[in-house]
């Protein structure tokens, strides 16, 4: 269970997840505040905190986290668990009741041995003597289990003590059939109106619930499909933990690069439905078959059988299925709805988790699961009930060789594929199961779930579908619809090439034509333009491909060096029909980020989320999330372009999309070389060379991860690599406005011959764009620095949209004006404070390091509370020399690459040593190891 530790508690056969060993407290900081001012108040009088919640809410760990602040800040503690009282009907039963006076340094409760039961009045006086003695706090936990007596004889305790320094926390469930009925209602609402502060603890956020996710997994972000599970249990953190719990048991999550992910099972290609084929962990069944027990039979009857309807269901069809009519239902229903495992909606109803339905459903025997489902198809269609409703029942109950059945799901597969990609996948693939390997129309029934199943993924299953069809079909390819569908898979796994290779004309009518012109587009943009144009210009071509068409003319456009052009026409097209899978709103932002038009990019980016959505291109999920890293790492955020990045990549596994993942790598590896780590700058730069091999972007990062490291004649290899291919120098300074400045800034030093074959890239590209302003920026930069003329270089800091750039230009200010020493210091200091703006703290250091040359000192830590060992005690700078130490660079490495003396680096490592309680660097490097 790695680093999550369990405990349960036992409610009639339920084992709800009580606690599990991570921090903070997610989702509940209201609440905690709420609490936490009242156990720090230090008016005499009490205060009182109702707390109500669901079943799984959370409410014993917000007592716990009470109680945590209580013993912290040695305050007296009574604690209070409500019991039934089963055999008597005594005013004031008995209680179970712990009461102590903090201690210093107490962190554990008193032992189950000091648990006396106590009367009513026993407890009273208890509380009476600590109330005298310091403030306490008293937690009355379960009093929905309560007796109206004893609630009633508890709120005249509250009233009796009123004047005393007490905080008095009282919990209760507060949707089922709780044994007190509606008292603990009342007397929570006269308690409120006498001034208590009522937390009500709602479903948790969908962040809330990744975030404890994420903390169960020790990962920084979930893939696509885990996040929906995660989503799946209508904000039921204890819901949450047992399904998650459960997937650790079973070994069927895997976190890769901070990103936690799903295992599948081994399954043949087309023998599985897509998506809702995975099995609800044996533990959380076990959990949701707990929830069922507290019910009636009748109820568990209604809600095994909806589980078969689906997420929503009418109550007249299940009372058709059960045999029975509606009315009789009502009192099932109704202790359904309290359970909060149904919901009412206008006309039906709804489980609030689908993850709680699946657990029923999967607990259902499996004979009878596609037996309801057949029967439940028949009501339907007896019903006049639409096709796709039909298909979706008989998806599950069809047997194999059951023509009609097959002719059904493929027609409402096909209908369903732009509206309900995900359903439209399982019926398609249903389909191919149950039609026999010999049948004809096998072929044309794969193309029909291909094309469903490319728009949800997994991308690797439609390529294996393609690949299983043209293994069983002699003298001809497959379908043009299956083909089409694989080359697209193939395009969104940044395969374009492969797409290619699927054959056909690039922009011929129909999709298969549309994909292969986009890889063309990525592949060969001169080839692609000329036919780009001849397809706009074709009359008699149908509107859909003369769009898309126009989208590749953009891409070539760009490729060419006409950044306006590209907009224009990226634009037009986007305001036009599109293809799902090249969507012209992605590029539209690209082009807008690279013209410095950071907000319209973020507008555009908000538009092809919505548009994705509508298109049902749930592949594409992450998409937009990939473009925006290059936009928030453009606007000096950092940790924003990461966490986009991240997410982009993590939303859908398998699915990086050619032209769009590779600048999100190159914004993890820039962002990562910025802050001076370069490991993962390296190792980001690995990914993209796998991504586009040989490609302008990968070798451009490459000279800049080289240019990190003490290795001058590695860097002048590097250099010439660039600067010696016109065409690469060209791709170079079109992809990246900071490149020219960069490149002459460098060249100078190791390449003087080159420096003009820079400028004239970089003119070229300010003379093809005129009305851009960020290379007229670039030209102005490059310039300067060639000729050391300090008013072009202060043109370009002025003209740079992006914060890096422009503190770039300052500091080559900085070093220009070296002979006005004030001047020199105002440049760089500029520099100092935008490159610490967008966390550049490997720039910043080589911009201190040019201020203590001129005598000026900068300080660049800060004054916060740290433990005196361990890494907590370290400071950031002590930080990133005990990594760089820790990946095995010697002392005058990492004074190159933080811009430090060695001897600096020797006295920081002496630091850490003493502060790590280690001797060596092997030392060191284990515990580092092991930290991470």
């Known amino acids: 269970m790695g680093n999550a530790s369990l405990r349960f508690k036992q409610r009639k056969g339920r084992h709800w997840p ?68 089963s055999d008597q009907a005594a005013v004031a039963p008995l209680v179970s009741a712990t009461a102590y006076t903090g201690a210093s340094d107490a962190v554990d409760p008193p032992a189950p041995g000091h648990r006396l039961p ?40 509250v009233h009796e003590f009123a004047e005393r320094p007490l905080t008095w926390v009282l919990a209760r469930r507060a949707d089922s059939s709780a044994d007190s009925g509606d008292a603990a209602s009342d007397v929570f609402d006269r308690l409120a109106a006498a001034g208590a502060r009522r937390l009500v603890l709602h479903p948790l956020a969908s962040a809330d619930l990744r975030r404890i996710a994420g903390d169960v997994f020790g990962c920084t972000s979930l893939d696509g499909r885990l996040a929906e599970h995660a989503e799946a249990v209508d904000g039921n953190p204890a819901l949450l933990l047992g399904l998650l719990i459960g997937l650790l048991e079973e070994d069927r999550v895997r976190v890769r690069d901070g990103v936690a992910g799903l295992v599948d099972g081994e399954d043949n290609v087309g023998s599985r439905l897509s998506r809702w084929s995975l099995p609800v962990p044996e533990g959380f069944r076990r959990l949701v078959a707990g929830m069922l027990h507290e019910l009636g039979p009748e109820t568990r009857r209604l809600i095994e059988v909806g589980a078969v309807l689906g997420i929503s269901f009418a109550p007249d069809d299940a009372a058709e299925i059960m ?34 339905r699946q657990a029923i459903l999967q607990g259902i025997p499996a004979p009878l699961r596609p037996a309801l489902h057949r029967q439940y198809a028949a009501v339907l269609a007896e019903r006049g009930r639409p096709a796709s409703e039909i298909a979706v029942h008989l998806a599950r109950g069809a047997r194999p060789g059951d023509r009609a059945a097959i002719g059904v799901l493929r027609a409402a597969a096909e209908r369903m594929v732009t509206s309900n990609a995900a359903t439209a996948a399982e019926l398609g693939l249903r389909a191919l199961h149950l039609t026999g390997e010999d049948e004809p129309d096998r072929v044309a029934v794969a193309g029909t779930a291909a094309r469903a199943l490319v728009r949800v993924g997994p991308l690797a299953q439609v390529v294996e579908l393609g690949e299983a069809m043209a293994r069983r ?70 509107q859909i491909t003369r769009d ?60 092809a989320h919505h548009q994705l959505r509508v298109d049902g291109a749930a592949v594409l999920g992450g998409a937009p999330d990939l473009v925006r890293s290059s936009l928030e790492l453009a606007a000096g955020r950092p940790a924003a372009a990461i966490a986009a990045a991240t997410a982009g990549l993590a939303a859908v ?44 972007a990968a070798c451009w990062l490459r000279v800049q991860v080289v240019a990190a490291q003490p290795d001058g004649a590695a860097l002048t290899h590097q250099l010439l690599g660039v600067c010696r291919d016109p065409h690469l120098l060209r791709a170079v300074v079109l992809d990246d406005e900071t490149a020219a400045p960069w490149l002459v800034r460098h060249a100078a030093q190791e390449l003087p011959a080159a420096v003009l074959q820079v400028l004239d890239a970089v003119d070229e590209l300010c003379a093809t764009n005129p009305g851009v302003e960020v290379a007229t920026a670039a030209a102005f930069h490059a310039h300067g620095l060639a000729g050391d003329d300090v008013h072009r270089v202060a043109l370009a800091e002025q003209a ?20 006005d020493r004030e001047r020199a210091i105002a440049h760089l200091d500029r520099a100092l404070k935008r490159y ?10 080589r911009v201190r390091q040019r201020l203590r040359r001129l005598g000026v000192q900068r300080r660049h830590w800060n004054t916060e509370q740290r433990p005196a060992i361990g890494w907590g005690s370290l400071t950031s700078t002590e930080r990133r020399v005990a990594e760089l130490v820790a990946s095995g660079l010697t002392n005058r490495q990492v004074a190159h690459s933080m811009y430090l003396s060695p001897h600096t680096v020797g006295f920081h490592l002496r630091q850490i040593y003493r502060k790590l309680e280690v001797r060596s660097r092997v030392e060191l490097a284990a515990q580092s190891r092991r930290r991470s």
């Open 18 to 85: 009580t606690e599990i060993a991570v921090r903070p407290l997610r989702g509940r900081s209201t609440e905690l505040k709420v609490l936490t001012e009242l156990l720090h108040t230090r008016v005499a009088d009490a205060g009182v905190a109702l707390v109500e919640g669901p079943a799984g809410s959370g409410r014993s760990r917000l007592l716990a986290e009470a109680e945590r602040i209580g013993r912290r800040h040695q305050l007296g503690l009574v604690r209070v668990g409500g019991d039934r009282a």
């Open 118 to 157: 106590v009367h009513l009045e026993g407890l009273r006086r208890r509380i009476g003597e600590m109330s005298r003695r310091n403030r306490s706090l008293i937690v009355f936990d379960d009093l929905h289990r309560a007796d109206p007596a004893l609630l009633l004889a508890l709120q005249d305790l």
């Open 323 to 356: 045999g029975t009519t509606a009315a009789a239902l009502l009192s099932a229903v109704r202790e359904a709805l309290r359970a909060r495992i149904l919901a009412a909606a206008v006309d039906d109803l709804t489980f609030r988790s689908e993850a709680v």
């Open 473 to 542: 079909i002699t003298g001809g390819p497959p379908s043009e619809e299956l083909r089409a569908a694989v080359a697209v898979a193939h395009l969104l796994q940044g395969r374009p090439d492969r797409a290619l290779a699927e054959g056909g004309d690039p922009g011929e009518e129909g999709e298969l034509g549309r994909v292969l012109l986009s890889a063309l587009s990525h592949v060969d943009p001169v080839t692609s333009e000329r036919r780009a144009r001849a397809l706009i210009d074709d009359p008699a071509v149908d």
């Open 548 to 607: 898309h068409a126009q989208t590749c003319l953009a891409r070539a456009r760009w490729h060419a060096g006409d950044i306006e052009a590209a907009l224009v026409l990226a634009k037009a097209s986007a305001a036009a029909s599109s293809a799902w899978f090249d969507p012209p709103l992605l590029l539209v932002a690209a082009l807008l980020i690279r013209v410095g038009e950071l907000e319209e990019s973020r507008s555009a980016l908000e538009t």
């Open 653 to 696: 596994p398998g699915c990086e999309p050619t032209g769009l993942a590779a600048p999100a790598r190159r914004s993890l590896a820039v962002a990562a070389l910025r802050a001076g780590d370069l490991a993962t700058a390296t190792e980001q730069l690995e990914q993209l060379e796998q991504l586009v091999p040989g490609g302008p």
């Open 800 to 819: 740079y949209r992006d914060i890096w750039s422009a503190a770039s230009a300052a500091e080559d200010l900085g070093r220009l004006s070296a002979a």
């Open 836 to 845: 610490e703006a967008c966390n550049a703290t490997r720039d910043a250091a």
